[in-house]
């Protein structure tokens, strides 16, 4: 295994985030929480991510012994895509899925259709290699608000649809944060402005579902966070503020498709309704990058969120 060097974001209470390296830097975190002396990560990127978690443990002095979860908020390959591989360096750790998702892990066949079916073969064995089973003995399933003991702290778990149905949050009171994986959408580091973070949801195929996006955003303030960990990327405060954001864009992202459904070229007229979208969004929130770079700061989400837009629209 090749020995990478990971890009690690400490931040505080014990939880740092590891740039996974996946399409770019500062695009896919995962988290790492030390508690006591042992560790958890939530979420893993992909296979090629495996080395810098692995290096991100050494970095911290931690045996990969001491590993005692792999929480995998869903199992989309950019969050989970390299569980297998991993849980293959952590002898005594537990991977932590979704009723609905569990399955999916045990033998992966359903999931490398699902991205090859999105990505193309040649672009998903690029992304994501030759994904790992994890083994049913290795799995714990996260029922709706089961708590797990790391070290001193107890994190719970809760159930959020609206991204993917077998989704769910980690909810860690000894941070007043909240792991919200896909469930409270994408925020990223480059366009953060005195204004604070900007923040869209993420509608990727195939189980985008408003009214429970819209649940999601609501359960998770519910448990009255200070700071969100968002997989994409990384921590945000002020959840109030961003889950307002969410809720109003989420309806946007309903009514830009709602409008074009019934287009010739359904699929293009998104694509530029999106950028422009995020793109007017983005400046009003204070972005000064040019139009160029915020194109390629958004461009996997637009064609992504125009694929689960339109799948839900075909499936309504
Ligand atoms: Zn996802």
Redesign the pocket.
């Known amino acids: 295994m090749p020995d990478e060097t990971a890009r690690i974001t400490q931040l505080d209470h014990g939880i740092a985030a590891i740039d996974t390296d996946y399409v770019r830097p500062l695009l896919d975190a995962s988290h790492l929480i030390i508690d006591d002396e042992r560790a958890a990560f939530v979420d893993t990127g992909t296979n090629s991510s495996v080395p810098m978690l692995l290096d991100a443990l050494r970095h911290f002095a931690i045996d990969p012994g001491d590993v005692d979860y792999v929480f995998l908020?869903?199992v989309?390959l950019?969050?989970a895509g390299g569980a297998g591989q991993l849980m293959q360096s952590l002898p005594n750790a537990t991977a932590v899925l979704h009723p609905r998702g569990a399955r999916h892990m045990i033998d992966p066949a359903k999931l490398i259709a699902g991205a090859i079916s999105v990505y193309g073969e040649e672009a998903h064995f690029d992304m994501y290699g030759d994904l790992v089973p994890i083994p049913e003995d290795r799995i714990v399933i996260a029922d709706d608000d089961d708590r797990f003991t790391l070290g001193g702290r107890e994190l719970q778990a809760f159930h959020t649809e609206g991204?993917?149905r077998h989704?769910y949050c980690l909810d860690d009171p000894a941070s007043r944060g909240v792991f919200t994986?896909?469930s409270f959408g994408i925020s990223y580091r480059e366009l953060d402005t005195v204004n604070g973070a900007f923040i869209y949801p993420?509608t990727?195929p195939v189980h985008f579902d408003p009214v429970e996006a819209h649940k999601a955003i609501d359960r998770i303030l519910g448990r009255d966070p200070e700071r969100l960990y968002l997989?994409h990327y990384s921590q945000v405060s002020e959840p109030e503020r961003l889950g307002a954001d969410m809720h109003r864009r989420i309806d946007d992202f309903v009514d830009l498709a709602r409008k074009h459904a019934d287009d010739g070229s359904r699929t293009e007229n998104m694509h530029a309704s999106l950028y422009d979208y995020l793109i007017s969004q983005a400046r009003e929130h204070g972005c000064k990058a040019n139009d160029d770079a915020l194109r390629g700061i958004v461009r996997m989400d637009v064609e992504l969120n125009t694929m689960g837009l339109e799948f839900w629209l075909d499936h309504q």
Request: glycine share 8%; aromatic share 0%; hydrophobic share 10%.
């Open positions: 908020t869903h989309h950019d969050h991204h993917a989704h994986g896909d993420t990727t997989t």
